[in-house]
């Protein structure tokens, strides 16, 4: 209560209005409780008199219809139950990388819009008004066409040009890249605090040679064999291993072997570290002003444990390569046509939205703000980055959680090019095999409502962080 | 049943669906059909179909409605109301249909559903008839040399949602321990297209709309439908349980049509026939005894039919066999008597 109020005497009837006030708002929620129970009861007492099924029990029937992409083990013995939780984390996945994409593409075109350069400007304006003024369902059979149409078939399949790159040794071929990726991360780690200009350059210069290296290695591998083979880590010969066809790309994927069963655990735990080392690094910068270069020692607490276990591994550690069998292409790791025109379409169009909420926020900032942090003489890098985009956020996240939900839920649209779903697998194919049409529509909206949830609890959580703290 | 005015106008917020026709399913007398009284009321049979199935039921340029299943509604509706256009056809896809029947959005489902035990004991519905034996079978590309199912180890195939199919699919390859990847469209035009473009090596569905999808592909000769036929599809009429007699008109306008073919009597010759002194024949057309009357129609139910639309072997040649762009072989769709097993229990 405010002091306003608090400071005057309460009314003398207060008491008797805030009584009827409560009596009143008791009696119309059991009103709406008393409706809800007879239309609960009503709606199964329907269900009973029309033979459909008013219980859960089908969920552990066994589902008798094959998925093909699961993130989890599947075939037609498993339980319906089974199958909703391969639709349930089809969904997930689809949401989180779609959610990934758009950010990344809204960002970058709404901040083109505001471009000096009046071609990024114009280019950007007319992506947004063209990609969000078209229906999303529309878009998705443009997209599912567009990857499929030009891909020739499994027997014809293009193999790109890395891809004559096979990494014979797997276990010096981690132990390489390990220990490129340590010294780069070192590197930059500590470039500030490096004095000595020679030395620095020194630094440099080893690390861009190395990818100068990997990049002509993977680049022209098959035509320069012997070059490969003297970088040591690297087997070139004629022939592809990664190959891309109207069934998808197949790329070679590692099998971890006994490292499969420590790696989830350490990469958790390293994710834990990472963590704490930010919010380390944080306290660190707040108390003594020590700027540290958290995102890249991050990647290194992330990057080496996992890398080393590989390492630690060693022979049982083999590289699964795609190969022809029968009508398709089998072993490796493969993207499906369906995921990644489902994901593009959905980040397009979501993309749209999120840069005109951007170019909303930034424009929100008053024009003052990066005048006087230009007067103090911070660069344009360091005012996008410091003052223009922590105020511009507190705009920007509300209506963007808006959109990372649609997106969620617009997922819901890939029936229609054939992947497999929340949607498809179990309003699809379930709904119609047991016909238990309320419970599986109650348990879809369900699950969605829990999705959108957490995502709005994540994204308030953030949006507090954000806020501008008065005091 | 509840009848609290206000707890069905809530409930019907809730789930509009689960309440429509709230009374129909109260014990009536014998020898009323409470779905043939909605009927004459709403002056229309109301008739889910399959969106576009060729053969089956497919609006034509003009918007009309062409196939057998749109035949055996436009029997009932001559069979009600003299009157083969009294029919409002509603498209149905996979996932909706038997919802939609249950809860009477429809009083029958014609749309190529295969008669399952499943479906009459869980879902509660009733197949009057088969109006079409068919089979699952697969179609693939010339160019593929493949010739037998057996071979389609490794293969991709497209196939629509929600159906016998999808099933069968997955047993055929359990059965014969061979892998494959599915790829399950909403709707059977998405999986043909998909199909079309490559995404697939094989369309699977029952035979008949394996044909009906080959004449809508740019290059139909390109495309072999094989000889295996994976599964039993008995594809008939389906009602809700609870109405015996509307059951028994949707059953008997099928059985009246196979009779007349079975018996001679087609569209053309039914006035000269109704003057045949053949017993049989005077029962079908309703100069002898009442048979109309315990369905609750007319006596020259079966005669309307067979006036309006014609008997069984002329709906079928006109939509699927020679007379149709499909020209699928009657096969076993054939009369009882001719070779086939089409059957149907006598007029008496």
Not at chain 1, 136 to 161: C, D, E, K, N
Not at chain 1, 373 to 390: E, Q
Not at chain 2, 294 to 309: E, P
């Amino acid at each position: 209560m405010s002091d306003a109020t608090s400071s005057r005497p309460p009314p003398r009837d207060a008491r008797p209005v805030e009584w009827r006030a409560l009596a009143i708002q008791i009696a119309i929620a059991l009103a709406i409780l008393w409706l809800g129970w007879q239309a609960i009861g009503n709606v199964a007492e329907n269900m009973r008199a029309r033979n459909i099924p008013s219980n859960f029990d089908f969920l552990s029937a066994t589902a008798g219809f094959d998925l093909n992409q699961s993130l989890i083990a599947y075939s037609a013995t498993s339980t319906y139950g089974r199958a909703f939780l391969v639709g349930l984390l089809n969904t997930l996945a689809v949401a989180a990388i779609g959610i990934f994409f758009a950010t990344i593409i809204g960002f970058a075109v709404g901040v083109a819009r505001l471009s000096q350069n009046w071609m990024a400007a114009k280019l950007a304006t007319i992506y947004v008004e063209v990609i969000r003024n078209t229906p999303l369902l529309l878009q998705l059979f443009f997209w599912y066409t567009a990857v499929l149409a030009p891909l020739p078939g499994p027997r014809q399949s293009i193999s790109l040009p890395a891809l004559g790159l096979r990494m014979p040794d797997p276990q010096a071929g981690m132990a390489a890249i390990t220990a490129f990726a340590l010294a780069s991360f070192v590197l930059l780690s500590v470039r500030n605090q490096i004095k000595g200009s020679a030395i620095k350059a020194a630094g440099y210069a080893i690390s861009a040679l190395f990818m100068i290296l990997m990049i002509v290695a993977i680049l022209f591998g098959p035509r320069v064999a012997g070059f490969g083979n003297a970088v040591g880590i690297l087997d070139i010969r004629d022939g592809a291993y990664v190959f891309l066809n109207n069934r998808g790309l197949f790329l070679p994927f590692p099998s971890l072997g006994e490292a499969a069963i420590w790696l989830p655990a350490i990469i958790l735990a390293s994710a834990i570290g990472a963590t704490g080392f930010s919010f380390w690094a944080k306290s660190q910068r707040e108390e003594k002003g020590r700027i540290l270069p958290v995102f890249w020692i991050s990647m290194l607490i992330l990057i080496v444990p996992a890398a080393l276990t590989i390492w630690a591994a060693g022979s049982s550690v083999t590289i699964d390569y795609p190969q022809l069998r029968g009508f398709n292409l089998a072993g490796g790791v493969r993207v499906y046509p369906e995921f990644f025109a489902l994901v593009l379409g959905l980040s397009l169009y979501t993309a749209s939205f999120i840069a005109e909420i951007v170019r909303a926020g930034i424009l929100s900032v008053a024009k003052g703000q990066s005048e006087a942090a230009l007067a103090l003489g911070l660069r344009r890098p360091t005012i996008l980055k410091l003052v223009i985009i922590p105020q511009a956020m507190r705009v920007v996240i509300p209506p963007l959680t808006n959109q990372y939900l649609n997106l969620t839920k617009n997922s819901s649209l890939a029936v229609f090019i054939g992947f497999p779903d929340l949607v498809q697998i179990f309003v699809g194919t379930v709904l119609n095999q047991t016909g238990a049409m309320i419970q599986i529509i109650s348990i879809t909206m369900a699950v969605y409502l829990v999705i959108s949830l957490l995502t709005s609890l994540a994204m308030n959580f953030y949006n507090n962080k954000m806020a501008l703290s008065e005091r | 049943m509840r009848t609290s005015i206000l707890s069905n106008a809530i409930a019907g917020a809730v789930c509009a669906l689960m309440l429509s026709a709230p009374g129909a399913f109260a014990q009536g007398q014998p020898a009323k059909s409470p779905t043939l009284d909605k009927i004459q009321k709403a002056g229309t049979l109301n008739c889910g179909v399959n969106p576009g199935l060729a053969g089956f039921s497919m609006p034509d340029d003009k918007g009309l409605w062409l196939g057998i299943d749109v035949d055996l509604c436009r029997a009932v509706a001559a069979a009600i109301f003299n009157d083969p256009t009294k029919v409002k056809f509603i498209p149905m896809t996979a996932k909706d249909r038997f919802t939609a029947l249950q809860t009477g959005e429809i009083d029958i489902l014609a749309r190529n559903g295969t008669w399952t035990m499943q479906r009459e004991t869980e879902l509660g519905l009733l197949f009057t008839a088969t109006n079409y034996y068919d089979g699952q079978g697969f179609m693939v590309r010339k160019k593929l040399n493949v010739t037998s199912a057996l071979e389609l180890s490794q293969a991709s195939i497209c196939v629509q949602q929600g159906t016998t199919t999808e099933l069968n699919l997955a047993d055929f390859f359990r059965a014969n321990n061979m892998k494959y990847e599915v790829i399950a469209f909403a709707t059977s035009n998405e999986a043909v297209k998909a199909y079309d473009s490559g995404r697939c090596d094989a369309f699977t569905t029952d035979a008949s709309g394996l044909y009906a999808e080959r004449v809508k592909l740019a290059n139909a000769n390109d495309h072999v439908v094989l000889s295996e036929i994976i599964s039993k599809e008995p594809l008939g009429p389906a009602v809700r349980q609870g109405d015996d007699i509307w059951f028994n008109i949707v059953k008997w306008a099928h059985f009246a049509m196979v009779n007349a073919e079975e018996l001679g009597v087609n569209k053309g010759n039914a006035d000269e026939q109704a003057k045949s002194i053949k017993p049989d024949v005077r029962r079908l057309l309703g100069v002898e005894n009442e048979f109309g009357k315990f369905l609750g129609l007319s006596n020259d139910w079966a005669m309307r039919i067979i006036k309006h639309v014609g008997n069984y072997g002329e709906s079928f040649e006109r939509n699927i066999g020679a007379g149709s762009r499909l020209r699928i072989d009657r096969g076993v769709n054939k009369l009882w008597n001719k070779g086939g097993i089409m059957y149907a229990p006598p007029i008496r």
